[in-house]
C-alpha cells in the first residue's frame, strides 16, 4: 500500500508516522518538530537572556560589613570570617573590574581564589557560607560531596554540583555564572593514602580529578535535570570562571598529621610546657596545604583551593552565646515555636549552663545544643498545645529530669 504523499517538510515522515500533521502555506510540520522548534527558542531566549534582568542584583559590601553582618549570625569565628569576607569582597571587586574597566590596554587579570574551610563538626562552615550568601543576594547552592562519583559509576557526575545552582536561580545560566557553591563534606572524598592510586579510587581521588577543571574555570556541559536519569535532556553550557567555590570538611584526625609537623610531643628541660599544651588544644589553627596533602587531597585540586582557613573549637563561653545572642538563637527559636501556640517561655539562666555543660561532654558542637534542647522541650512541645497553661517556666530541675530520661544520655564520650 502506497503512502500518503503529505510528510514534515522538516523532518520529511509521512501523515501515518506521526500523530500530528499541521498544514502551513507551502508545507506541513509534525508535532515532533514542533516541540523541538519550541526547545530552540527557549534555548536562545535564555542565552541572549541581558544579565541586568537577572533577578539576582550583585550586592557588593565592603569586608568589614560583611563580618559584621556575620556576627549577627555566627557567633566567634572571627578569624575564618575575615578570610572569607576578604576572598568574596575580592572575587566580586573582579566581577565589576571586568564589566567597568575601559581599558583595553589594561591585561591585568585577577584571578579567582576560592576557599577551603577545616573545623569540626558543629563549629558554623555551612552556616558562615549560607549567611555571605543570602547578604550578597547571590545565587547560592550547598552540595555534598559524599554523593559524586568518577563519570561512568553509579552515582552523582560532578557536573551535578552545578545543576543544584542552577535550579537554585531558576535556571537563570547569566546569575548561575556569578553564584557561590558551598561543597561540603570534602574530607570524605580523600583518598585512601598519600601515594597515588594503583587501582581505581572512583569515589575519591577520581571525584577530585574530575573537579579540577570545575573550580579552577572552564565551560561545563551540564543535565538541567541531574543525574542520568534523563539522557535525553538538552545540556546547558555554563562557565564556572566566575562562580566561587568554598569548600568546607571536618578532616577527623588531621590534628595527628598537624602534631606531627609541628613537633607538639618534643620533650626535654628548655621545653615550654604551657606553650605546648595551649598548641595541642587547638591545633588547626596550624592548618595548611601540606597537611591537607598528607590527608589525601591532591595537590592539583590544593592549587585550585588557595585559601585555608580553620574554624575553632566551641568552647563553653562561645556556646553559651551561641544559645541567646544569634538573630536565629536557639532560645529565640523555642520561645517562638511557644509563642505560636500563645504560650510564653521563659528559661533560667542555670538551665542554659546545663545544656552547655552536657554539650561540652557529648562534644557535637552547636548542633549537640539543638539535640540536648529537644530532649529538654519535647514532653512539654507535646503536652501543652493540649491544655489553656499560657506561661511555661523551665528550670533546672525540670531540665535534668526529662534529659536523664532522654536517649541522649547515653552518649557520653570518653
Avoid: W
Amino acid at each position: 500500500m502506497a503512502k500518503n504523499p503529505l510528510h514534515c517538510s522538516f523532518c520529511g515522515r509521512y501523515r501515518d508516522e506521526v500523530k500530528i500533521l499541521i498544514a502551513g502555506q507551502d508545507g506541513h510540520i509534525c508535532e515532533n518538530c514542533v516541540e523541538h522548534a519550541r526547545e530552540i527558542i527557549e534555548q536562545e531566549l535564555t542565552d541572549k537572556n541581558d544579565k541586568k534582568n537577572s533577578s539576582f542584583q550583585l550586592s557588593v559590601k565592603k569586608p568589614m560589613e560583611i563580618t559584621k553582618f556575620l556576627d549577627e549570625f555566627a557567633i566567634g569565628q572571627n578569624e575564618a570570617k575575615k578570610v572569607l569576607a576578604v576572598a568574596v569582597y575580592n572575587h566580586y571587586k573582579r566581577l565589576q573590574q571586568k564589566n567597568s574597566d575601559p581599558n583595553p590596554d589594561n591585561d591585568v587579570e585577577i584571578e579567582k581564589s576560592n576557599i577551603i574551610m577545616v573545623g569540626e563538626t558543629g563549629t558554623g562552615k555551612t552556616l558562615l557560607a549560607k549567611s555571605i550568601a543570602r547578604l550578597l543576594n547571590v545565587p547560592f547552592a550547598i552540595v555534598d560531596a559524599t554523593v559524586f562519583t568518577e563519570a561512568g559509576y553509579v552515582g552523582e557526575d560532578v557536573e551535578s554540583i552545578l545543576t543544584r545552582l542552577l535550579q537554585v536561580c531558576n535556571y537563570d545560566v547569566a546569575a548561575a555564572e556569578k553564584g557561590i557553591v558551598y561543597i561540603d563534606e570534602i574530607d570524605k572524598v580523600a583518598r585512601k593514602g598519600d601515594n597515588p592510586s594503583i587501582t581505581r579510587d572512583v569515589s575519591g581521588e577520581g571525584v577530585q580529578q574530575g573537579m579540577l577543571k570545575l573550580l579552577e574555570g572552564t565551560e561545563v556541559l551540564v543535565p538541567p535535570q541531574g543525574g542520568r536519569k534523563h539522557p535525553e535532556q538538552k545540556l546547558i553550557k555554563i562557565n564556572t570562571q566566575n562562580i566561587l567555590f568554598i569548600c568546607g570538611g571536618a578532616f577527623d584526625g588531621i590534628d595527628k598529621i598537624i602534631a606531627r609537623r609541628v613537633q607538639t610531643n618534643t620533650i626535654g628541660f628548655n621545653v615550654d610546657k604551657e606553650l605546648q599544651e595551649n598548641m595541642k588544644k587547638n591545633l588547626l589553627r596550624y592548618v595548611n596545604a601540606t597537611d591537607l596533602k598528607s590527608f589525601g587531597l591532591i595537590p592539583e585540586l590544593l592549587g585550585r583551593l588557595p585559601v585555608v582557613t580553620h574554624l575553632n573549637p566551641l568552647d563553653a563561653v562561645t556556646l553559651r552565646a551561641i544559645l541567646t545572642e544569634p538573630k536565629n538563637s536557639l532560645v529565640k527559636q523555642y520561645t517562638k515555636l511557644f509563642e505560636l501556640e500563645k504560650i510564653a517561655l521563659t528559661i533560667e539562666d542555670d538551665v542554659l549552663d546545663f545544656m552547655v555543660s552536657k554539650a561540652m561532654e557529648y562534644k557535637l558542637g552547636a548542633r549537640g545544643l539543638r539535640s540536648i534542647c529537644e530532649s529538654i522541650l519535647t514532653d512539654a512541645m507535646y503536652e501543652l498545645p493540649s491544655t489553656d497553661i499560657k506561661t511555661f517556666h523551665l528550670d533546672l530541675e525540670y531540665a535534668e529530669k526529662h534529659f536523664d530520661k532522654s536517649k541522649l544520655n547515653l552518649l557520653k564520650v570518653a
